[in-house]
C-alpha cells in the first residue's frame, strides 16, 4: 500500500511532500478514532524497553535529527511508535536555512541529498512547544523520550560557538531527556571544523560547567561524521573517554558520493553541494560504530544512524556495538510501518 501511495508522492518535491505528510498526520491524530487506529496499526506490541543514559526508552528505534526540527509532530510520531525522537538541529536564533530546494531523493539508491542548514524556528519557540508537550505528558509511563539536537547560528564566528550550544542547552535543559552536539553537519560553512579535538573540548567544557550546577544532569552527545579519518574518529574517542561523555550518535551524512550508483552520481553531480544519506551511507556508519565499540570496550554507548530501513539492518548496527537506532530515509522509503518492522524484526 505504500509503495504505491511513495509512487505517488515522488512525483512533488521532497520538501513540500514532507510538510504535507506531517501535516495530513496532525490531522488524522487531532481525532482520538483515528489516533488509535494509527497506533494499533503501526506502533510495536510487547515489552521493548530498554535503560539507556539513565531512560527508559519505550524501543529501540527513534527518528533521528531533522525530521521534526521544531518539535511541532511529537504526538503523530509517537503514534507511529518511535521510541524517541531527536529533535533539531536547533539554534539560539530562528533561521531560514539555505535556499530552496534544498532536499533532493535519489530513489534509485535509496537514498536522499539535503543541504537545508538548519532550518529552524529558534530556541524559544521550540522550548515552549516542548515544555506544552512535557506537561501534558509527565506523568505517562513508557512515554516518548526526547533528544534535543543543538548547533550554532550561521552568522555565529566558530570561536564564539561554544556560547550557541550553551544557549541552547539552557533554553531547553528543563524540557528534553538527552543532547546531542552537532559540529558534524556539511551544509552550515566551517561547521565540521568544530570537529577537532580543541575546538570539543571548549563547547563540552562550558556544558558540562552547566550540566553540574543544574538539580537533574541530561545526557550528553557527541553527533559524528563519518568523513573523519581514523586519526581524528582516534581524537574523539579519547576525549569522548577523557571527559566522560555520555554517548556518540554515528553518523550524520556524508559528503562522500562513491557509493552511489553511476546514474545515481550524474544525477548528485546536478544537484551539487549537500549531505548524502540513505543505503550508500549503511557500510561506513557501520565500520565507525564497530571502531569506537572495539577501542572503547564498548564504554561509550552509540546510536546508530545511516543506513537503516529494515530489521537486518539494525541487528548490524546493534551487532556491531551500538545500543539505539535511529531512522530517518528509512522512514521516507519505508513509511509508517518502518518501527513495527523492525521491532518485530529484533
Not at 546531542?180 to 560553512?189: D, G, Q
Request: glycine share 8%; hydrophobic share 40%.
Amino acid at each position: 500500500m505504500y509503495q504505491l501511495l511513495r509512487s505517488f508522492l515522488f512525483l512533488f518535491d521532497p520538501e513540500k511532500v514532507h510538510h504535507f505528510s506531517m501535516k495530513m498526520l496532525q490531522v488524522l491524530c487531532s481525532m482520538s478514532f483515528t489516533k488509535k487506529m494509527l497506533e494499533g496499526m503501526y506502533r510495536p506490541k510487547g515489552n521493548l524497553s530498554v535503560q539507556i543514559f539513565n531512560n527508559r526508552f519505550p524501543n529501540r528505534v527513534g527518528l533521528g535529527a531533522g525530521f521534526d526540527k521544531n518539535a511541532s509532530h511529537l504526538q503523530e510520531l509517537e503514534a507511529l511508535g518511535f521510541g524517541f525522537v531527536e529533535i533539531g538541529t536547533v539554534t539560539p536564533l530562528a533561521q531560514d536555512g539555505n535556499p530552496k530546494p534544498r532536499l533532493f531523493r535519489l530513489p534509485h539508491d535509496k537514498a536522499l541529498i539535503n543541504r537545508m542548514g538548519f532550518n529552524n524556528d529558534g530556541v524559544e519557540i521550540v522550548a515552549a512547544r516542548l515544555k506544552e508537550w512535557k506537561e501534558r505528558n509527565e506523568k505517562r509511563t513508557n512515554r516518548l523520550i526526547i533528544g534535543g539536537n543543538i548547533g550554532k547560528n550561521k552568522i555565529t564566528p566558530n570561536e564564539d560557538a561554544w556560547k550557541d550550544y550553551e544557549s541552547c542547552f539552557l533554553a531547553l535543559h528543563e524540557w528534553v531527556d538527552y543532547f546531542v552536539v552537532n559540529v558534524s553537519s556539511p551544509n552550515t560553512p566551517g561547521l565540521r571544523e568544530l570537529q577537532e579535538k580543541e575546538a570539543l573540548r571548549k563547547i563540552f567544557a562550558a556544558l558540562q560547567i552547566q550540566n553540574s550546577k543544574l538539580k537533574i544532569q541530561k545526557p550528553l552527545l557527541l553527533k559524528i561524521a563519518p568523513d573523519l579519518s581514523l586519526e581524528q574518529i582516534d581524537d574523539v574517542i579519547e576525549l569522548a573517554l577523557e571527559i566522560k561523555l555520555d554517548g556518540l550518535v554515528c553518523c550524520n551524512t556524508t559528503i562522500d558520493r562513491d557509493k552511489l550508483s553511476e546514474a545515481s552520481k550524474i544525477k548528485s553531480e546536478e544537484i551539487g553541494a549537500g549531505g548524502l544519506s540513505g543505503l550508500p551511507a549503511k557500510k561506513r556508519s557501520t565500520e565507525i560504530i564497530q571502531y569506537i565499540f572495539e577501542r572503547t570496550n564498548g564504554s561509550v554507548p552509540i546510536i546508530a544512524s545511516g543506513g537503516i530501513f529494515t530489521a537486518a539492518d539494525a541487528k548490524e548496527k546493534l551487532n556491531a556495538g551500538a545500543a539505539l537506532v535511529q531512522v530517518w530515509t528509512g522512514f521516507v522509503y519505508e513509511g509508517p510501518a518502518i518501527v513495527k518492522n523492525i521491532c518485530r524484526g529484533l
